[in-house]
């Protein structure tokens, strides 16, 4: 059974199941996700814990197996909670999570919640991912996304008491906030805390979250493709100082830019000749928030544009290299951010009614 993490605490107010599965890359969510139900299960008498981290291949699953069908000498119910922190029970771990699972349901005295990281579609079609599926209840903790953190800050500082400003007072507020914490939920979370301690409940001014608010953002090259391919100049900017600042590899980010460059030459000379957009992008292995934003770039990017973009990035290949070219940066992460702009500018452009592009010079200057 598949569940929301936005349909948990209704879910559990209707009766505990004896066993959930959480898996998500967004470890503040998964914590609380996994907090509720342990209360929810201390509420109806599951007194005892017992912890269980599969640490490598070696792990030894009958105690797991054990756990469960062991009663306690201190309480009735018991908590088993097993952490794979790697996504990966191998083997023997298949097998006694199916195990696990089948028994699950003739087990009331045991509740039994396994935590994993975020997992790829082949794991989770796999015959231990489909046992938990099938005899307990899951749920898919996604993180939060840029556009939608805005709005999960109002709903965090609304359960503590405060707001912003209604209005464009209040949008500018939260949008400095989301800054300040993209990609990095659990210290957005601690900065949210440390409102409620500094000011008292009600309307939270744009100088006071100025004030308080430390930037903690964390980027990532996969997110920095996000924001190039959706326009977004700003954001491409901030993301890429932040990640100089954290030692990104330059030859990573090239990569991460380069690559979509070609993604998108591919499925261009796939629509060229005749084949449909879905079926072009599906061919590249494009889905997902990508799909999207590749359906928004493409009508935007003329063939000559991406011709220019590809030599452009090949350039740049040479430059993180080490070599140097005229009319480009010496600096490796200034002919990076140039790359990043072209394309983001080419992205954001108003889509072209007819073919064009601007001289390459023009365009990378």
């Given at each position: 059974?598949?569940?929301?993490?936005?349909?948990?605490?209704?879910?559990?107010?209707?009766?505990?199941?004896?066993l959930?599965?959480?898996?998500?890359?967004?470890?503040?969510?998964?914590?609380?996700?996994?907090?509720?139900?342990?209360?929810?299960?201390?509420?109806?008498?599951?007194?005892?814990?017992?912890?269980?981290?599969?640490?490598?291949?070696?792990?030894?699953?009958?105690?797991?197996?054990?756990?469960?069908?062991?009663?306690?000498?201190?309480?009735?119910?018991?908590?088993?909670?097993?952490?794979?922190?790697?996504?990966?029970?191998?083997?023997?771990?298949?097998?006694?999570?199916?195990?696990?699972?089948?028994?699950?349901?003739?087990?009331?005295?045991?509740?039994?919640?396994?935590?994993?990281?975020?997992?790829?579609?082949?794991?989770?079609?796999?015959?231990?991912?489909?046992?938990?599926e099938?005899?307990?209840?899951?749920?898919?903790?996604?993180?939060?996304?840029?556009?939608?953190?805005?709005?999960?800050?109002?709903?965090?500082?609304?359960?503590?008491?405060?707001?912003?400003?209604?209005?464009?007072?209040?949008?500018?507020?939260?949008q400095?906030?989301?800054?300040?914490?993209?990609?990095?939920?659990?210290?957005?979370?601690?900065?949210?805390?440390?409102?409620?301690?500094?000011?008292?409940?009600?309307?939270?001014?744009?100088?006071?979250?100025?004030?308080?608010?430390?930037?903690?953002?964390?980027?990532?090259?996969?997110?920095?493709s996000?924001?190039?391919?959706?326009?977004?100049?700003?954001?491409?900017?901030?993301?890429?100082?932040?990640?100089?600042?954290?030692?990104?590899?330059?030859?990573l980010?090239h990569?991460?830019?380069?690559?979509?460059?070609?993604?998108?030459?591919?499925?261009?000379?796939?629509?060229?000749?005749?084949?449909?957009?879905?079926?072009?992008?599906?061919?590249?292995?494009?889905?997902g928030?990508?799909?999207?934003?590749?359906?928004?770039?493409?009508?935007?990017?003329?063939?000559?544009?991406?011709?220019?973009?590809?030599?452009?990035?090949?350039?740049?290949?040479?430059?993180?290299?080490?070599l140097?070219?005229?009319?480009?940066?010496l600096?490796?992460?200034?002919?990076?951010?140039?790359?990043?702009?072209?394309?983001?500018?080419?992205?954001?452009?108003?889509?072209?009614k007819?073919?064009?592009?601007?001289?390459?010079?023009?365009?990378?200057?």
């Amino acid at each position: 059974m598949q569940l929301a993490p936005a349909q948990l605490s209704q879910h559990l107010q209707r009766g505990l199941k004896p066993l959930y599965t959480l898996h998500g890359d967004e470890p503040l969510l998964i914590q609380e996700a996994g907090d509720t139900i342990r209360a929810a299960a201390r509420a109806q008498g599951y007194t005892e814990r017992t912890v269980h981290t599969v640490a490598g291949a070696n792990f030894d699953w009958s105690e797991v197996l054990a756990a469960g069908g062991s009663l306690s000498l201190f309480a009735d119910r018991q908590i088993v909670e097993v952490r794979i922190p790697s996504g990966k029970p191998g083997k023997e771990g298949s097998a006694a999570l199916q195990q696990l699972a089948s028994h699950a349901q003739g087990a009331e005295s045991v509740l039994t919640l396994v935590l994993l990281p975020r997992l790829d579609k082949a794991t989770r079609s796999g015959a231990w991912f489909a046992a938990l599926e099938s005899f307990g209840v899951t749920l898919q903790v996604d993180a939060v996304e840029r556009a939608a953190l805005p709005a999960w800050i109002a709903q965090r500082l609304q359960a503590q008491g405060q707001r912003v400003a209604t209005g464009e007072a209040g949008q500018r507020a939260l949008q400095f906030f989301a800054d300040r914490v993209e990609g990095n939920l659990l210290a957005a979370h601690q900065e949210i805390q440390k409102l409620a301690l500094l000011y008292p409940q009600g309307e939270l001014t744009f100088e006071q979250i100025e004030r308080a608010v430390l930037n903690v953002a964390r980027y990532d090259v996969f997110k920095l493709s996000e924001a190039v391919l959706g326009g977004q100049t700003g954001r491409v900017l901030r993301m890429l100082d932040g990640l100089q600042a954290e030692g990104e590899a330059e030859v990573l980010v090239h990569y991460t830019l380069a690559e979509d460059i070609r993604a998108l030459c591919r499925v261009k000379d796939a629509l060229q000749a005749g084949r449909p957009l879905p079926m072009a992008l599906r061919e590249q292995r494009i889905w997902g928030l990508r799909e999207r934003l590749f359906e928004r770039a493409l009508p935007r990017l003329p063939g000559t544009t991406l011709s220019n973009l590809l030599y452009a990035a090949h350039q740049v290949d040479g430059i993180v290299k080490g070599l140097k070219l005229p009319d480009w940066p010496l600096d490796n992460w200034q002919a990076l951010q140039r790359l990043a702009l072209a394309l983001c500018s080419a992205c954001a452009a108003v889509p072209a009614k007819t073919p064009g592009a601007p001289a390459r010079a023009r365009m990378l200057a």
